[in-house]
């Protein structure tokens, strides 16, 4: 394919991402090998390194885009390449030129909609807190212990609306004193980010940390994995630190410190799956598998590619908002894996995740296989008491 990129600004545009060490790379192929990507069709981000060194990119190619930050390749790099940076970088590159491939379109409709109502969804900005309606959720104030940060996806998509509710009975039940942003919450950005809108992605931080200062917010408690990650390693960049705990985290501690009880049984075969934003990015790998083994006779399995090597869901990078043909899904392999380790349950803590599970679950006729929760949804599930 013919190259249009502008080479000086593609090399520019990766050296402000710190890709003066894409020269460092040796060709080794390691992250090919590793790249969730080659288990359903061939893709190199040696490749994509190699011409990103000499600035000879084709940054109106599907390629570009194709990387999901899952972060398994940068973890198994000799020479520390930063695989994810490069993308971006080109992805800055295509996006302001607007040269996006036909699968990537919807991602510029998403851009539009953050833009808009500072959610990728098309919901109203109005109805961002419908979901809490007649559930005794308040708006925050200085007084409260912490701000729930619901995220877009528990705003808006009916199917994640009932984690946020389930979030909420969770708080309620140990009386916590918390409270939402409602309209005043904006997307955290960390995926538009990632798919080259870097403007986009700094009014939004911007907005939401007006937001936490203006109300004076100390600690704040999420679902998305997305939402944690840029709260606690991106917002610092604009000189701000607030203290952010994933639920998942925050639940366990309500449990150990004897605020929050589990009543009831809870007599499946579950197993988790490591959100790459949780898991690789973060390192919160065992709070999860904590909770899910506090819960009575929940019999917990682990399947294959758990951990640090945890297979990706494929919603990374903004691919959430992508068109993936359904034989390239990583989630079908995902669900196919849950389903060989004998789990009945898929339990994980990521919105993208849940959609993209919940997607290949009707795809592959899993439905009377496999369900799919929230962790969340699992312990709201235990705070009734036994019949
Ligand atoms: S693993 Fe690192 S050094 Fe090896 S090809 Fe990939 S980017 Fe280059
Ligand atoms: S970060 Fe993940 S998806 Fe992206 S190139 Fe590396 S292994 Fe592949």
């Known amino acids: ?44 981000m040696r490749k994509l390194i190699r011409e990103a060194a000499f600035g000879l990119s084709e940054v109106e190619g599907e ?4 990387c999901t930050t899952c972060g398994t390749c940068p973890q198994q790099c000799p020479r520390g390449v930063k695989q994810i940076d490069v993308s971006v970088s080109l992805r800055r590159v295509a996006a302001e030129y607007e040269l996006f491939p036909a699968s990537v379109r919807s991602a510029r409709t998403a851009r539009a909609s953050i833009i808009s109502e500072g959610n990728p969804l098309q919901g109203e900005r109005g109805k961002r807190s419908e979901w809490a309606q007649g559930l005794s959720v308040k708006p925050y104030t200085e007084d409260m212990e912490v701000l729930y940060f619901v995220g877009c996806y528990l705003s808006y998509d009916p199917r994640m609306k009932k984690v946020a509710a389930a979030t909420a009975n969770i708080l309620n039940t140990a009386s916590v004193a918390f409270g939402i942003l409602g309209e005043q919450e904006s997307c955290c950005g960390e995926s538009i980010r990632k798919t080259g809108a870097e403007e986009v992605f700094r009014n939004l931080a911007k907005e939401n940390i007006k937001a936490f200062i203006d109300r004076g917010v100390r600690k704040i408690i999420v679902s998305s994995p997305h939402c944690y990650h840029t709260f606690k390693n991106e917002y610092p960049e604009f000189m701000v630190n607030f203290e952010v705990q994933h639920m998942s985290q925050y639940i366990l501690e309500l449990l150990n410190t004897g605020r929050l009880e589990l009543k009831g049984a809870y007599p499946e075969k579950v197993t988790y799956h490591d959100p790459c934003y949780l898991g690789r990015h973060n390192d919160v790998y065992d709070d999860p598998r904590e909770l899910l083994q506090k819960v009575d006779e929940l019999e917990y399995v682990e399947m294959e590619d758990f951990g640090k090597r945890s297979l990706c869901c494929g919603g990374g990078g903004g691919r959430i908002w992508m068109d993936t043909p359904q034989e390239e899904r990583f989630s079908d392999i995902r669900l196919q894996q849950a389903k060989a380790a004998g789990a009945r349950v898929l339990a994980t803590a990521c919105p993208y995740c849940i959609t993209n599970f919940e997607e290949s679950r009707l795809n592959l006729e899993y439905e009377d296989v496999i369900e799919i929760k929230d962790i969340a949804e699992i312990v709201n599930d235990m705070l009734q008491s036994p019949e």
């Not at 593609?10 to 040796?26: L, P, Q, S, T």
């Not at 080794?28 to 190199?44: K, L, T």
């Not at 390629?63 to 194709?66: A, E, G, S, V």
């Open 1 to 44: 394919m013919e190259t249009v990129a502008p080479f000086i600004e593609v090399i520019d545009e990766i050296n402000e991402a710190g890709g003066g060490i894409v020269k460092m790379c040796f060709q080794c192929g390691m992250c090919d090998a590793v790249c969730p990507w080659n288990r359903v069709r061939q893709f190199s």
């Open 63 to 66: 390629d570009i885009w194709r």
